[in-house]
Antibody, heavy 122, light 107 residues
Framework: QLQLQESGPGLVKPSETLSLTCTVS??????????WAWIRQPPGKGLEFIGT???????YYNPSLQSRVTISVDTSKNQFSLNVKSVTAADTAVYYC??????????????WGQGTLVTVSS | DFQMTQSPSTLSASVGDRVTITCRAS??????LAWYQQKPGKAPNLLIY???SLKTGVPSRFAGSGSGTEFTLTINSLQPDDFATYYC?????????FGQGTKLEIK
């Protein structure tokens, strides 16, 4: 069974870079069967797609975040990562990693990590 | 991009009621629509994909319908465990987008 676990600092200072890692078990990040995604949820608000990446390294980002976000995949560690630079308080959120299938028919998020709260504050 | 609008934002109902949540897309998404249930402090849980396909293990009182730009999630005979927040998601675009959520409260 595919499982995802987010890890990283829970507190980041304004203007710095937020970095999170998602460790995958039960599947391989080199698999052609999945896209690996990041989604966030500010406290009390809805879900926001951040970006997604394929094993090849092809990544797709939310246009509103694209200038500040990088997602990468490390197949040797079976992990994928998120970097958000120049953070502000508006980036405070629970960050989830999640997976979809490899094509439009399977673009729904069938597996999720438990989520990790990242607070941006000095 | 594809904007998703859910209504209502909040819905009050009683155990045993039948409720319907609507999700509208700003342009056609064919049937590439999923529904999720989220409880406080937990990750969302997939209920329905492809607008009307029930994920294995999800109770049959949940039903999805629609195509094009208008979709509905119906919950028949509400159970205490169903009081949660529900989100729709379009995946016509790889840059998927979610509705703003509908909170289902106990009346």
């Amino acid at each position: 069974q595919l499982q995802l676990q987010e890890s990283g600092p829970g507190l980041v200072k304004p203007s710095e870079t937020l970095s999170l890692t998602c460790t995958v078990s039960g599947a391989s990040t080199s698999s052609t069967d999945y896209y690996w995604a990041w989604i966030r949820q500010p406290p009390g608000k809805g879900l926001e797609f951040i970006g997604t990446i394929y094993h090849s390294g092809s990544a797709y980002y939310n246009p509103s975040l694209q200038s500040r976000v990088t997602i990468s995949v490390d197949t040797s560690k079976n992990q994928f990562s998120l970097n958000v630079k120049s953070v502000t308080a508006a980036d405070t959120a629970v960050y989830y990693c999640a997976t979809t299938g490899p094509d439009i028919l399977t673009g729904y998020y069938d597996s999720w990590g438990q989520g990790t709260l990242v607070t941006v504050s000095s | 991009d594809f904007q998703m609008t859910q209504s209502p934002s909040t819905l009050s109902a009683s155990v045993g009621d039948r409720v319907t949540i609507t999700c509208r897309a700003s342009q056609t998404i064919s049937g590439y629509l999923a529904w999720y249930q989220q409880k406080p402090g937990k990750a969302p849980n997939l209920l329905i994909y492809q607008a009307s396909s029930l994920k294995t293990g999800v109770p049959s009182r949940f039903a999805g319908s629609g195509s094009g730009t208008e979709f509905t999630l119906t919950i028949n005979s509400l159970q205490p465990d169903d009081f949660a927040t529900y989100y729709c998601q379009q995946y016509t675009s790889i840059r998927s987008t979610f509705g703003q959520g509908t909170k289902l409260e106990i009346k």
